[in-house]
């Protein structure tokens, strides 16, 4: 059973690594999707002007090749069992060439700064690996 279950481990390890190639004229890329509530506990909100600010001091000069912010309006659970509603900011980063390790090391210390700056518990950021074309 064990060895059956160690066979079964190694063939799903290997699906899970297995990517299809990319298209012409695309390279493999890891696509990164950070969400940076704007909550503050006991606070006001962070402000357009605060989100400027780190978006400019930190941000950027860490991923001065580009970036992508949009605005999002986000929701989870609180440990009271509560919907906890928020606005937010998802910055979107496309770092070809990177492993997830590699764009994970280049975005916490963005997360760190976040949270240490305005009081958050967290950023959720989504790494993917997909094909990209510029």
Do not use: N
């Not at 989100?51 to 929701?75: E, H, R, Y």
């Amino acid at each position: 059973m064990r060895a059956a279950a160690l066979v079964l481990a190694g063939l799903a390890a290997g699906c899970a690594g297995a990517e299809p190639p990319c298209p012409a004229g695309t390279q493999r890329a890891i696509v990164a999707e950070a969400y940076f509530g704007r909550a503050v506990r006991g606070g006001a909100p962070v402000s357009d002007a605060q989100w400027q600010d780190f978006l400019d001091g930190v941000v950027t000069p860490a991923f001065p090749d580009g970036l992508t912010v949009v605005d999002g309006a986000g929701q989870w659970r609180g440990p009271d069992a509560r919907i906890v509603r928020e606005a937010s900011k998802v910055l979107t980063l496309v770092m070809p060439g990177a492993t997830a390790d590699q764009a994970r090391a280049r975005i916490l210390p963005l997360e760190q700064a976040w949270t240490a700056r305005h009081q958050q518990d967290s950023v959720l950021t989504v790494y993917r690996s997909a094909c990209v074309g510029f």
